[in-house]
T-cell receptor
Framework: DVKVTQSSRYLVKRTGEKVFLECVQDMDHENMFWYRQDPGLGLRLIYFSYDVKMKEKGDIPEGYSVSREKKERFSLILESASTNQTSMYLC?????????????FGPGTRLTVT | AQSVSQHNHHVILSEAASLELGCNYSYGGTVNLFWYVQYPGQHLQLLLKYFSGDPLVKGIKGFEAEFIKSKFSFNLRKPSVQWSDTAEYFCAVNPRMDSSYKLIFGSGTRLLVRP
C-alpha cells in the first residue's frame, strides 16, 4: 500500500512565524502535491513537484514556497504565517507510470495561526 | 478557467435511502474523473475513477458513477446508503492534456446518514 505521511496532525503557530510542513511518501512516486482544504471550497492546489528540485505553482501559491531535495520528501513552507493561512493542509503523491492518474493522500495537517 | 461544480453542499438521508450526488465540470477536452471520500477523522481516499470505456463505473462500498459526456457530468450514486457512508465526498477532474496530473476538485458534499 502507498503510504503518505505528514509530520504533524495539528500545529499551532503565531503570526509571522516561519512554518515547515513535511510530507514523505514511500512509493518512489515522481509527482507530489500540496493542497489546502477549506470548508465550502474543497481542495485547492498550492504547489506541485514532478521531480527532485522541480516545482510548479498551483492555483494559490501566494505566501507559500516548497522544497523537494529528495524524491520521497516534499516540504511546504509558510515564510511568514498569517491568520488567513489557518487551514487543513493535504499532501498527495502520484507515480508517472501505469497511467492510473490516482493521487494518494496523507492524513493532513490542521494548522492554526494565531 | 477549468472548474468542477458540486451542486449539493449538504445532504441528509435516512438509512436505506438512495443517493445521487451531482458533479459537473467545465472543460471541453478529454478528462479523467474521480470521486474521493473523506470519512470523519480519516484521510482522503479514492472511491472510484473513470478514464475510458464503459461510462458506468463501479467503486468501493457499492458506489457507482456515470459519465455523461454530453452533459459534462459524473454523478455519484448508491442505491441504499448506510450510516457508515456519512462523510464528505469530492468530485475531481484531471484534464488529459495537462501533463502535470494535477486534479481540480469540487467544493465537496457533506453527507449525513441518519440511522
Amino acid at each position: 500500500d502507498v503510504k503518505v505521511t505528514q509530520s504533524s496532525r495539528y500545529l499551532v503557530k503565531r503570526t509571522g512565524e516561519k512554518v515547515f510542513l513535511e510530507c514523505v511518501q514511500d512509493m518512489d512516486h515522481e509527482n507530489m502535491f500540496w493542497y489546502r482544504q477549506d470548508p465550502g471550497l474543497g481542495l485547492r492546489l498550492i504547489y506541485f513537484s514532478y521531480d527532485v528540485k522541480m516545482k510548479e505553482k498551483g492555483d494559490i501559491p501566494e505566501g507559500y514556497s516548497v522544497s523537494r531535495e529528495k524524491k520521497e520528501r516534499f516540504s511546504l513552507i509558510l515564510e511568514s504565517a498569517s491568520t488567513n493561512q489557518t487551514s487543513m493542509y493535504l499532501c498527495a503523491s502520484k507515480g508517472s507510470s501505469g497511467g492510473t492518474y490516482e493521487q494518494y493522500f496523507g492524513p493532513g495537517t490542521r494548522l492554526t495561526v494565531t | 478557467a477549468q472548474s468542477v461544480s458540486q451542486h449539493n453542499h449538504h445532504v441528509i438521508l435516512s438509512e436505506a435511502a438512495s443517493l445521487e450526488l451531482g458533479c459537473n465540470y467545465s472543460y471541453g477536452g478529454t478528462v479523467n474523473l474521480f470521486w474521493y471520500v473523506q470519512y470523519p477523522g480519516q484521510h482522503l481516499q479514492l472511491l472510484l475513477k473513470y478514464f475510458s470505456g464503459d461510462p458506468l463505473v463501479k467503486g468501493i462500498k457499492g458506489f457507482e458513477a456515470e459519465f455523461i459526456k454530453s452533459k459534462f457530468s459524473f454523478n455519484l450514486r448508491k442505491p441504499s446508503v448506510q450510516w457508515s457512508d456519512t462523510a464528505e465526498y469530492f468530485c475531481a477532474v484531471n484534464p488529459r492534456m495537462d501533463s502535470s496530473y494535477k486534479l481540480i476538485f469540487g467544493s465537496g458534499t457533506r453527507l449525513l446518514v441518519r440511522p
